[in-house]
Every structure is written in C-alpha cells, then in structure tokens.
C-alpha cells in the first residue's frame, strides 16, 4: 500500500473514532453506534484493501 494511501486510510479512521468519543460527550447514542458501526467498517475495509494488494503484488512477481 501506498504511503499516501495509508496515511489516508489512518487519518479517516482517526478521525471516525474520534467522532465517537465526541458523540459520547455530546450523549447521543444513535450517532456513537452509527459512527462505530462505520468505524468498523471502514477499519475493516483498509485491512480487506491491504491484504488484496499484497495477495496482487505476490501474483505478480
């Protein structure tokens, strides 16, 4: 993965965690699980999108 790419994928995931201890202060449970249902999503997204590069580049040499 590329190194803009992963400090993009580390930034939004910050930044959706972040959201959620916002929303938590805020007390607004509807917002804390959508923002960690997200989250989650997202994180798990960048960990599916690195593993298919590497299983691609390993193809390819």
């Not at 190194?3 to 509807?30: C, D, E, Y």
Request: glycine fraction near 6%; include cysteine.
């Amino acid at each position: 993965m590329s190194k803009p790419l992963a400090l993009l994928f580390a930034l939004v995931g910050t930044l959706l965690l972040a959201s959620i201890s916002f929303f938590i202060a805020l007390r607004q449970p509807w917002m804390v699980l959508l923002c960690a249902l997200i989250a989650l999503g997202f994180i798990g997204y960048g960990f599916a999108f690195k593993a298919k590069l590497r299983k691609r580049n390993k193809q390819n040499r």
